[in-house]
């Protein structure tokens, strides 16, 4: 997703790259609004990853996120930066629950049928967090194999080994 496309609804793409360098500045009122733009995206995709944590993990990626912001070199990358500080924390949560039966993911895209909604998040619950989060990163955001192995840390071969266990794992569950 790109500054243009997730600006659309909220802002113009030059007004949240001054938004970003007026909170690397220490302004207040900037860092709000900034909250505002990220929180959903945040949310989102935290809930499919980290489950019953979901707000928490949220949560932490935006402290993390405004902490940080004085970090971030090119303002226009705001969202792959934020995107990839909250896949860690969303992971990093996933973990620190070591749930064998997550709970409901009421985050999860359902295009018409709310039946086939609710057996695409059973079968969800059922995953391992490195799974559901590779999942989210390929098949809900959209992202490419090279940019999801840099935000897992994990090699380009990694990813799609892991990606091709978490649909082959998700395909299996779905047939239970």
């Known amino acids: 997703m790109n500054l243009i496309d997730?600006?659309?609804?909220?802002?113009?793409?030059?007004?949240?790259?001054?938004?970003?360098?007026?909170?690397?500045?220490?302004?207040?009122?900037?860092?709000?609004?900034?909250?505002?733009?990220?929180?959903?995206?945040?949310?989102?995709?935290?809930?499919?990853?980290?489950?019953?944590?979901?707000?928490?993990?949220?949560?932490?990626?935006?402290?993390k996120i405004l902490t940080g912001i004085g970090q971030l070199r090119e303002p226009a990358a705001l969202f792959g930066w934020a995107r990839a500080i909250t896949i860690r924390e969303a992971i990093r949560m996933a973990r620190k629950a070591r749930r064998a039966a997550p709970a409901e993911l009421e985050d999860v895209p359902a295009p018409g049928d709310p039946q086939l909604a609710s057996d695409v998040r059973d079968v969800l619950r059922r995953l391992a967090p490195h799974h559901r989060a590779i999942l989210v990163l390929r098949d809900l955001e959209g992202l490419d194999e090279q940019t999801v192995s840099d935000m897992l840390a994990v090699s380009t071969g990694t990813a799609k080994s892991r990606l091709h266990r978490a649909r082959r794992r998700f395909r299996q569950e779905w047939d239970r």
């Open 6 to 63: 997730a600006a659309e609804d909220t802002a113009t793409a030059g007004r949240l790259v001054d938004l970003v360098r007026a909170a690397q500045a220490g302004d207040t009122m900037a860092m709000a609004e900034l909250l505002d733009v990220l929180t959903p995206y945040v949310s989102r995709l935290c809930g499919p990853i980290a489950l019953d944590d979901g707000a928490d993990a949220a949560q932490e990626a935006l402290i």
